[in-house]
């Protein structure tokens, strides 16, 4: 499988960006789409999912209300709307299939692609 994020770049706090991640590739094993993201000098973080077959969704907490996750199944893409951003989404953000492990979602394969940077400036 093959994971493209983009569409990241600079905002400022307040502003909305929209990710678009596109699967293409062996897509047997992305029946949940995940959106990660990691800050500069912290550990990747789970930020939401997104099922390909219901659209059901998942957050977390500090980006519910925000973040809106949608998919686009013709087109195997995957978005993120961030809204009313902040500085302290300043991130990389990544696509990956995740799968639901010890309550949580987890990246499914040892493969991020290239993820897309996001800075919010204050």
């Known amino acids: 499988v093959q994971l493209q994020a983009s569409g990241g770049g600079l905002v400022q706090a307040g502003d909305s960006l929209r990710l678009s991640c596109v699967v293409s590739g062996r897509t047997f094993n992305t029946y949940v789409m995940g959106w990660f993201r990691q800050a500069p000098g912290k550990e990747r973080e789970f930020v939401g999912a997104i099922s390909w077959s219901t659209g059901n969704t998942d957050y977390i907490d500090s980006v519910k209300g925000r973040f809106i996750i949608s998919r686009d199944n013709r087109k195997n893409t995957v978005y993120l709307q961030m809204n009313s951003l902040t500085p302290e989404d300043t991130a990389v953000y990544y696509c990956?299939?995740?799968?639901?492990?010890?309550?949580?979602?987890?990246?499914?394969?040892?493969?991020w692609g290239q993820g897309t940077l996001v800075t919010v400036s204050s």
């Open positions: 990956a299939p995740v799968v639901a492990r010890s309550n949580t979602w987890q990246a499914a394969l040892d493969y």
